[in-house]
């Protein structure tokens, strides 16, 4: 089955820099890639996602970016704020399979002021 | 304007329990999967159902079943409690159709004593 490895576990960046996440992805039937945010004590919820047609994707200070030759995804955050601090899972899956995704173990980003 | 309601927010249970865990969801969705979140481990599926009175063993389901009556409604049953089921679990829908992701619910800690 599908496999998703996420680097860093732990991300400390000032705020006003950015913020980069990597994750690889084994399966190469995978075509879907979403990102969540979990913030403390709240459910998980979706900011992004891309779709394997598409090599980037943007909204507003978040953009992901997808190489499917090499099999890895990442996230990147620009301009943060103390409010991007969260723990953020990146997953995959392919779509005809019931959506069923394969989370990768999660980033814990905490932007000091 | 929650979505997905998980029954309990937080549980105590003794070990060798029969432990039920309750998911409702009213998006009409036709997915519905039972994760657990533990530290450093992401999120890992359970179980998922596509229909009603389908179900997928998904990474870790021993010790573990599942339930799906009606449509709206996924429950998640540990058949004798352990200490090892101690985490956080998490209910999720998403639509079949529209393939947005998921829909979180807001999770049960369960803790087995």
Not at chain 2, 53 to 73: A, F, L
Not at chain 2, 84 to 94: E, G, V
Request: proline share 3%.
């Amino acid at each position: 089955g599908e496999n998703v490895e996420q680097h860093p576990s732990t991300l400390s960046v000032q705020e006003g820099d950015s913020a980069v996440i990597k994750c690889t992805y084994s399966d190469s039937a995978s075509n879907y890639f979403p990102w969540y945010k979990q913030e403390l004590g709240k459910r998980p919820q979706l900011i992004i996602d891309i779709r394997s047609n598409v090599g980037e994707k943007k909204d507003q200070r978040i953009a992901v970016t997808l190489n499917k030759t090499a099999k890895h995804f990442s996230l990147h955050i620009t301009e943060t704020q103390p409010e991007d601090s969260a723990v953020y899972f990146c997953a995959a899956s392919m779509e005809a399979a019931g959506n069923k995704l394969t989370f990768g173990g999660g980033t814990r980003v905490l932007v000091k002021p | 304007d929650v979505k997905v309601t998980q029954s309990s927010r937080y549980l105590v249970k003794r070990t060798g329990e029969k432990v039920f865990l309750e998911c409702v969801q009213d998006m009409d969705h036709e997915n519905m999967f039972w994760y657990r979140q533990d530290p450093g481990l992401g999120l890992r599926l359970i179980y998922f159902s596509y229909d009603v009175k389908m179900k997928e063993k998904g990474d870790i389901p021993e010790g573990y079943s599942v339930s799906r009556e009606k449509k709206e409604r996924f429950s998640l049953i540990l058949e004798s409690a352990s200490t090892n089921q101690t985490s956080m679990y998490l209910c999720a829908s998403s639509s079949g159709q529209a393939r947005r992701g998921y829909t979180f619910g807001s999770g049960t800690r369960l803790t087995v004593v």
